[in-house]
């Protein structure tokens, strides 16, 4: 059983729901990406997500795109991320996942790219333009660690599709809670996702978190009661390119706190 | 001379090792359904008369396939032929794939499109249809080519379609195509996506390619009913791919007819400032599909450079890849330069003004055509007209005569 696993039978255990916090990797350099880490960390983050800069990145809004772009010119790679991960890996209790298209790990290798992540510390990865039909291309070289493939789930995804995406998923699902990119939103759908998210439950048990546009406790407070955590990422983003590391730990803590309550 | 039948892509969306279905699982559904739609409603008889009347008398089809006996004399060595796309309503290929999609948009009950452009022609021929069928269109186009293309960027305005201007990344094509791909994740209930060149997620390399194809079968007939015979060459200039996947195609099993494509140079392939992804790229995935790609070593994108706004993308169709690996087709490259002269010598030769992007298979022709006899044929797809781009070749010309 990996970290990120282990994290979620405890959650479970203790009734909560999960606070996953994306970053930019890189995004202000590599010593930024350490500090955000622990300071996430410091904070009750119950998994941290880096994402991996990419030059065309279209399931993306505004907020990661321009993230990943700084993060370009401060000359961040997928290299350079594991390496720095490795480096930290002793003093990073919560579990990391790695989020990143797909073309930058190609060119890294498959073979290389399992095992540089495995010895990172790494215990799961999001492609996001990786969908089932195309997982083959890294199953095989994942498989052979201890990471996790986690799938996305869409509000357009059909009812025999979620069935698919379900069956031997692993680590936790990742419900997409919009049509549309990354970033902040006023309002969502909670009755739409709510039929999709349900749907999904009732053929796995593998955990399912709502990401995309949940930027705040209000936000959060609509959909936790039918799914197993939230994922935040353009608003932390934000907050850290803007050096405002206490809203995020308001925020987390925010979050946090409401998960405690919800049955 | 007929090699084994072909077949591609398979039924993944795979054209060998090459294409498949690399996007976010939102988009997931829709592909899935225009794939369907595709194999249902596209082979049926009242599709197929609606869009062979529509080429005939909307478009202007069938486009001649012409004897450039000047430029032939000129050259001093094989005939060639032009296969006038250039005639086409909007002024190149573009509007053989646009109605294709359009009229199976409307048939899948989608009335919006939405579609990304380079030099503006495809933008056009989308704009252009969506006119005609009553439709709305959204078109994504970079900052850079808005300025580069001003007159097409209005055309498409008075044609009824809302342009946005891109400014993300590289303000090109390729940012162009991101910008569109998530308006589309985001409209995805009511909107077809025009894709406007092979490229991008199956099905739509093969829709735009079976589109275009008719192309290549209206040049083999045409041919044959002059010469009797099918062609020794046959000629076109590749971006994404489209004119020369349509001409290509029906001539793929015979492989007595020599296919060569023609990349752009641009500067010149070792100084880095070119378009020419099949000569100096390695495969990746980009916009949903594995292909060849201009990319660093760590796999992000490059920026192409051409001085034909239409050839500026950084990567070819799966198909165009695929073809270059098993041998069939040979991918070649002429400059910026060469583009230009080419573009002269058939304006004042032949009293047709060229695209810059055809330009580059003319330039290609011509070069090989001086080094055969005169009973080999080489046709050569003249995919668009050159008036969009007089104002680039004046710059670029005034510019060099204060060098």
């Known amino acids: 059983m990996n970290k990120l696993t282990e994290r979620f039978h405890r959650l479970k255990e203790n009734g909560e729901k999960a606070f996953v916090a994306y970053i930019m990797g890189g995004d202000g350099g590599m010593e930024r990406l350490k500090e955000d880490i622990f300071s996430l960390q410091a904070s009750g983050a119950d998994v941290i997500e880096v994402g991996v800069p990419f030059s065309d990145p279209v399931a993306d809004g505004p907020v990661i795109q321009d993230a990943g772009l700084r993060a370009l010119e401060a000359g961040t790679t997928l290299s350079t991320i594991l390496e720095t991960l490795r480096v930290i890996k002793a003093q990073v209790r919560v579990p990391l996942i790695l989020m990143t298209y797909i073309n930058p790990v190609l060119q890294y290798g498959v073979d290389k790219f399992a095992l540089d992540s495995e010895n990172a510390g790494v215990s799961g990865c999001i492609f996001p333009d990786l969908p089932l039909e195309e997982e083959g291309l890294v199953t095989g070289a994942l498989s052979k660690t201890d990471i996790s493939v986690i799938r996305l789930a869409s509000l357009t995804s059909p009812e025999e599709r979620l069935k698919r995406l379900a069956e031997d998923s692993e680590g936790f699902?990742?419900?997409?809670?919009?049509?549309?990119?990354?970033?902040?939103?006023?309002?969502?759908?909670?009755?739409?996702l709510e039929a999709k998210i349900s749907k999904l439950k009732t053929y796995t048990n593998t955990p399912v978190l709502a990401g995309f546009g949940i930027s705040t406790p209000s936000l959060a407070k609509k959909v936790l009661p039918f799914c197993d955590g939230v994922i935040v990422g353009s608003k932390i983003v934000n907050a850290f390119h803007q050096g405002k590391r206490e809203e995020v730990d308001e925020l987390i803590k925010g979050i946090k706190g409401l998960a405690l309550t919800v049955k | 001379m007929k090699m084994t039948a072909y077949k591609m892509p398979d039924q993944h969306g795979k054209y060998g090792a090459f294409g498949g279905k690399f996007v976010p699982e939102t988009l997931m559904n829709a592909i899935t359904e225009l794939e369907d739609a595709y194999n249902t409603i596209a082979s049926t008889d009242e599709f197929q008369e609606e869009f062979t009347s529509l080429l005939k008398n909307y478009v202007g089809r069938e486009t001649p396939l012409y004897f450039a006996k000047r430029l032939s004399e000129k050259t001093g060595g094989a005939k060639i032929y032009l296969k006038r796309e250039d005639l086409n309503h909007t002024g190149a290929h573009k509007i053989n794939n646009t109605l294709g999609q359009a009229l199976l948009a409307k048939r899948m009950g989608k009335n919006k499109v939405v579609a990304e452009t380079g030099a503006g022609q495809h933008g056009v021929a989308t704009a252009t249809v969506c006119a005609l069928l009553d439709m709305e269109a959204v078109i994504f186009m970079?900052?850079?080519?808005?300025?580069?293309?001003?007159?097409?960027?209005?055309?498409?305005?008075?044609?009824?379609?809302?342009?946005?201007?891109?400014?993300?990344?590289?303000?090109?094509?390729?940012?162009?195509?991101?910008?569109?791909?998530?308006?589309?994740?985001?409209?995805?209930?009511?909107t077809h996506y025009i894709m406007g060149s092979v490229l991008g997620p199956h099905p739509?390399?093969?829709?735009?390619?079976?589109?275009?194809?008719v192309i290549g079968k209206e040049t083999k007939e045409q041919f044959y009913t002059v010469e009797n015979k099918l062609p020794d060459y046959v000629v076109a200039c590749i971006g994404g791919g489209s004119n020369a996947m349509g001409m290509f195609y029906p001539f793929i099993e015979d492989q007595g007819v020599s296919l060569i494509g023609v990349e752009a140079a641009g500067k010149g392939i070792q100084t880095g400032f070119h378009a020419a992804s099949l000569t100096k790229g390695k495969k990746g995935i980009l916009h949903g599909a594995y292909m060849y790609l201009l990319q660093s070593e760590d796999g992000q994108i490059q920026e192409a450079h051409s001085i034909s706004a239409g050839l500026d993308y950084p990567g070819v169709g799966p198909e165009h890849s695929y073809l270059m690996e098993e041998g069939r087709v040979e991918y070649t490259s002429v400059t910026d330069e060469e583009a230009l002269?080419?573009?002269?010598?058939?304006?004042?030769?032949?009293?047709?003004?060229?695209?810059?992007?055809?330009?580059?298979?003319?330039?290609?022709?011509?070069?090989?055509?001086?080094?055969?006899?005169?009973?080999?044929?080489?046709?050569?797809?003249?995919s668009g007209r050159g008036d969009k781009d007089v104002d680039t070749i004046r710059k670029a010309e005034g510019r060099a005569e204060h060098e």
């Open chain 2, 142 to 190: 970079g900052e850079e080519d808005i300025q580069r293309q001003k007159l097409n960027v209005y055309r498409m305005e008075l044609l009824g379609a809302k342009v946005v201007s891109v400014t993300q990344g590289s303000r090109t094509l390729k940012d162009a195509v991101n910008e569109a791909l998530r308006y589309w994740v985001t409209n995805i209930d009511d």
């Open chain 2, 341 to 382: 002269s080419a573009f002269h010598l058939l304006t004042r030769t032949e009293g047709i003004i060229p695209a810059l992007e055809s330009s580059h298979a003319i330039a290609h022709a011509v070069k090989i055509a001086a080094e055969l006899p005169a009973d080999k044929s080489i046709v050569i797809c003249l």
């Open chain 2, 204 to 213: 739509f390399p093969q829709i735009v390619r079976d589109f275009q194809s």
């Open chain 1, 173 to 192: 699902i990742y419900a997409v809670t919009v049509k549309g990119v990354t970033g902040e939103r006023a309002e969502l759908n909670a009755a739409e």
